[in-house]
Structure formats: C-alpha cells, structure tokens
C-alpha cells in the first residue's frame, strides 16, 4: 500500500510516551492550531486529535493518553491499548513513541511493547539538546538499526529536528513495514499457546500473538472480559496457561520485563556514549531545598499563596471589563427591542446576561491555565503532589488534589479542570466532589453585604473582618472530613503507594504556555459555555412568567396608594414626567411580578423548608434565583426590595435592615438580623448555586455525579444554615 492510498482513505497516526516525555508540546508542534477535543468512542476519557499535513495530504493525529507501560492499570493505559489495536476505533496506520533521551532505559521499555504490536514504529527521541549539554551522545542510526524502527532525534520545545520526524512519518506511511518484534523465550510462546487453545474452545475471536501475550503479562481481567471470558473464570485461567512461564523459572508478571530489559541494556551499552563526570546535578541541589519536609513546605506555601493572589487579583480588572462590557450590550440593545418587552428581557436578562456569565469566567480560567503551564514545564508541579501527599493522604485526597482545591478559591470551574493533573480516577472524582466548598470569589458579594450591613454595625471592624476570614476557611475545614466520609462509605479508594516520577527542572517555553492558556479558555466556552447559557435563559424564564397584566395593574394600585395619591394623581404625575416617581413604580412592579412568577410562586411553596434557617420567602427566591451563580442574589435582592439591578450595595443593606416579616408568627418584627446574617452566609458557604460549576462536573465526571454533588451540597448547605441560625439566636 503507498502512501497516497492511505492518505485518501484518511491515515491515522497515534503519538504515544511516557508522561514527561513532552509528548504534548510535539504533538502542538506537528499540528499547530489544527486540532479538536472529544471523547473517545463510549468513554468519556479526553481524545485529542490534530492534522498533520504532509506533502502527500492531511493525517489525522490522535494524542494518547501517557503511559508507562501497556499492561492497563487505569482507564488511560486501557484506553491507549484498545486504540493501537483499533478496539475503541480505527487502528492507527504509524505509531510514534515519543521517547525521553535523558532516562532512554525506562522510556525504550514502552517502546519494545508497542514493537511487539508488529505496527509500523517511529521513535522520537525527544530533548536530544538536554542530552548534547550533559556531554551524552547517542548513535541513533545504530539505535534504528538494533530496535528495527527509525529513530528521529529531536527537541520538540524548540522545534529541533521537527521536520525530520515529519518525513520519518511520511516515510512510514508510504513504505509500511512492521518492526521488529522481539524474540520470545519458547515457555512463552508456549503459553500463548495454551491461552490460543483455551479462547477457541470458548468460541473467542482469533487473536494475534501480541495480543495474547499482553492477556499473560497483566492481570486486568477487563481485557480478557473484552475477548468474551467470564470475570469468575479469568483468575483460573491465567493460572493454567501460565504454567510454561513459571516452570522456566520465571514470574509470569516479571517475564516481560525481564526479556525486554534484557534486551534494552545490551542495545544501550553499544548506542550510548557517556558523558565526563561531573559534579551533582541542578536538578538534585535544588530539589534538597524545594522538597525539603520543612522548608519544601514553606516555599509551596508561598508560592500557592502569590498564585492564589495573581488569580483573585490579576483577573478583578478584566472580569470588571466584561461585566462593564456585558452592561454596556444591554444597555443598547435594550431599546432597539423596546417595542416587544418579552423578547427585549428574553434578549437582555437571558442571552447577554447568560453569555457574559460565561465569558466573565475567561480571565481566571486562562490565568489558571498560565500558572500551571508553568507549573508543570518547569517541573515544580510533580514536587508538589510529592509535598502534599502525606497531608491529604489520611482522608483520600491525593497529593495533585491541593492545586485543584487551591485554585477553587478563586473560582471552581477552573479548580474542576485542573483535576485532570490527576491520574487515579477515584481520587480525581473525590476532589470534584469537595472542590465546591472552597469559599470562591462569586460568594464575597454576598459575604460583603451581610457583614456590612448587619456584623460590623453591631460589633466593628476587628469582628467583622474575622468573619470574613472564617467564611474562607469554613469551607476548607469541611471539605477534609467529607472527603474522608466519602473515602470510607462511597469510593472506598484503595491504599496505594503514590509514586510519582519527579522530571529535571526545565525553562517553560513561551509559546507552550501561551498555547495551554489558549486551550484552557476554548475548552471552557465549548464545553460548559452552552450549558451554562442554556440554565440562564430557564432561570430567566421562570423569573418572567407567567405575565399577567393584572399583576401590573395590583401593583399599580398599591403603589398609589402607598404614595398617598389617587389613580388619576398618579397617571398625571407620570405623564408630566416624573421620572423618580417612574422609577419606584417600576421596581414595585418588577418584584410584583417576581413574587407572581414561577419561580417566586416556588419560593413561597417551599420557604417552610428555609423556615428553620431564618429565611423568608423573598430570601427564598433569592437562594432558587442564583443558582446560575451566587453573585446573583445580591441583584435578585435589589429587584424583590424595590431598588432595581442598578441598586448600589449601601442602599440595599438599608432596605434589608427595614424588612419586615410580612405574614406568620413573626409578623412585624425585622427579617435580618444578625443569625439570619450568619446563616444566610453559611448557606452560601456550602451550597452549590452555581450553574457553570455543576456543568463542568457534569462534562468531567458525569451527570451522575453533578446530581449528587448538588443534592449533598444543597443538604450540607441547609442544615449548617439550620444549625447556623438556632444556634446563633439562642447565644446573640
């Protein structure tokens, strides 16, 4: 087959390598902006493909998740086997193994697995100019030849040698031919034998001998499940035909790596050319102090606090930009569609005001994004997983959990992204789960308007910024002992040693950076951005309808009357152009027709439940009213007590100090107060009223779990608002 065939018919080739072996920054080089993120066929692990252009066409580029090795141990490692072998799609046409050129021993190990696959083989091998410094050579025709696949030797940060690879491709593609395999000790083959014997009295499918030998060297029953055996009868079966394997004297488990390594140190004692001796490595002199049990500890925390800063801090002037922004679409478009009220408030209060809660999120997700590239080329990233793992690791949190955790001060959508820096899908699941309780930036709003305007009159400025600082703790004092309930009774994520490969200290590359930035915002806006606005315009809907014109009518007249002018007086005073008149029948019309809609008819249903944590139905609305995000029960407030969204923050805390319980046992007496401001903050605290948080669980975890954690959120929120408030009236 020639390489214009396999072009026209759309060729595929899978890039794959150890973690840390950069092979995301090569496949950015080999595909530029041309590249698209999914999910592979019926899972949901992250597929990220590219084009390839070559001079015979277009190829499509398929990123695999990183592995060590072949024998599957988490979803990623099955994943990347079942791909090269064209289970989760088409098998790829060229398989490129991304290689480290500084740890050549541990990274050829993957690359004689995927030799034994009998595909075509490329090998990059990869930071070729960090090998050159150290004095180390490296005979990659020799290597070619000994491994028989061709090797590339490249520095794909700076784009040396890039070109080359890309023939090398080409090349591979226009004249495929298998690499070679290595040779087999007779037990195992053998033993592949037996298994072959064993699959066809099932009535399995035909196999290929590498892919029998990968069903002896695991025990991952899932892939002998994926060939038609019962799970019960994996463990007995293996057991048979592997008798060849441990009457040679060797570990069935340990057989493929003793042939393999085997192998690998006499191909390297002929290619590799050591360097002079020198004195102890950069690497190792700054890793006694950055990994250091004391001072190790000391310097992440300063380092996690100043990026915590730069997020919360460096992202208020663009956020403030695009609300001004946002405000400022409204604003003209609002009378271009002033003729059709319904479709203006639909435009304005739904689709402007949904599409700039999505945008406003860009500047910390993209500072998120900056921060951790840099994080993780420089190599600092992996350090932290090593110092944090001995804190989280009493309640199941792994030691990758604390950045996710940390950046979820600022905001939790981009605190769920970086979970993906963790390996262990249970793990990763149960930081999502606790993620939400970081007290983030969207709760401040409201923890501004409680303690101004009910804490600090009542106890001063020393009381009241003590309470600001235990609202952001709170949350983190609860998510540990939650995240080990949920260890213990739901996950029940099993003790493992954390091994983590800790890769030399690098200097980031700019257009590396800028591009994960880059990928971090877009990701954003087309994964959760549709979701999110999609919420907004049901929140929108449900504030507007129904529109019953005798509820504008009944406001009109209690308005009046309020005023103390008949209807006439009022129409005239209008007509004459009273516009601060105009202005206070607007507002009492709008929180008419909040109290008339779906959503404030719901608020009243249900403001018995909140009854026990001081709520009346107005906060009630104000709670169901901000689930798209939190921030918005400060504006839903400004509207329900008659001020309007341009409310500012000191003329709604003097109407909440006025309100009044209009109905019930509490009739008259003052609905805030300084319990009612504790637990209105508690709630806040905990619950998850935010509509772009539950969408980017649900995109990286599922529905499922999106559910749940809003169920638990929503109870955890109630009852520590509850306890809040009783506890709170009986000792203030």
Known sequence: MNASSVLARGATVALIGNPNTGKTTLFNRLTGARQRVGNYPGVTVTRKTGVLSLDGGDVTVVDLPGVYSLAAT??????????????????????VCVVDATHLRRSLFLARQLADLGRPLVIALNFSDELRAKGVTIDATRLAERLGAPVVAIAARQGENVEGLRQAIAEALERPAASARPQWPASVGEAVELLRGELDRRGGESLEDAILRRLLFEDDHALLARVGVARPECAPLLDRVRRPIRAAGMHPLAA??????????????????????????????????????????????????LVFQAIYTFATPAMDLIEAATGAVRDWVAPLLAGTPMFQSLVCDGVIA??????????????????????EDTGYLARTAFLMDRLFGWCGLNGKSFVPLLSSYACAVPGVLATRTIEDPK?????????PLMSCSARLPVY????????????????????????????????????????RRVLKIRVQPFLIELPPYRWPHPRDVLWRMWEGGREFLLRAGTVILALSVIVW?????????????????????EQGLAAEALTARLAAGD??????????????????????????????????????????????ASFP?????????????HLGDEADEDSLRGALGRAKWTEGPLAGQAVFTVATALSVMVFFAFCMQCGSTLAVIAREAGRGWAVFSFVYLTGLAWLAAVLTFQIAVRLI
């Not at 393999?260 to 004195?279: K, M, N, S």
């Open 74 to 95: 988490s979803p990623d490692e099955r994943i990347a086997i079942e791909s090269l072998q064209g289970w989760a799609e088409t098998a790829p046409d060229v398989i």
């Open 256 to 305: 493929e790596a003793l042939v393999h390594y085997r192998f690998i140190d006499g191909v390297l004692e002929e290619v590799v050319g050591q360097g002079p001796a020198g004195r102890v490595p950069a690497t190792e002199r700054i890793d006694r102090v950055l990994t250091h049990r004391a001072s190790g500890l000391a310097i992440f925390a300063g380092l996690m606090f």
């Open 354 to 375: 949904g599409a700039g809660g999505v945008v406003v999120f860009l500047p910390q997700i993209f500072l998120l994004f900056f921060f951790i590239a840099l994080l």
């Open 427 to 435: 793990a990763r699941l149960l930081t999502i789960l606790v993620a």
């Open 448 to 487: 501004v308007l409680m303690i101004g305007a009910f804490i600090e009159p009542a106890y001063g400025a020393a009381v009241a910024a003590l309470t600001l600082f235990a609202m952001h703790v709170i949350g983190l004092a609860v998510a540990l002992p939650a995240a080990w309930f949920f260890n």
């Open 541 to 561: 809907a449900l504030l507007y309808f129904p529109r019953s014109p005798q509820v504008e009518t009944t406001a009109r007249a209690a308005f009046a009357a």
């Open 579 to 624: 516009e601060e008149l105009q202005r206070e029948l607007d507002r009492d019309v709008s929180a008419a027709y909040i109290e008339q809609s779906f959503l404030g008819r719901v608020g009243k249903a249900v403001q018995p439940i909140f009854a026990p944590a001081g709520f009346d139905w107005k906060i009630t609305v104000g709670v169901l």
């Open 629 to 641: 995000a939190r921030e918005v029960i400060v504006s839903t407030l400004g509207i329900i007590y």
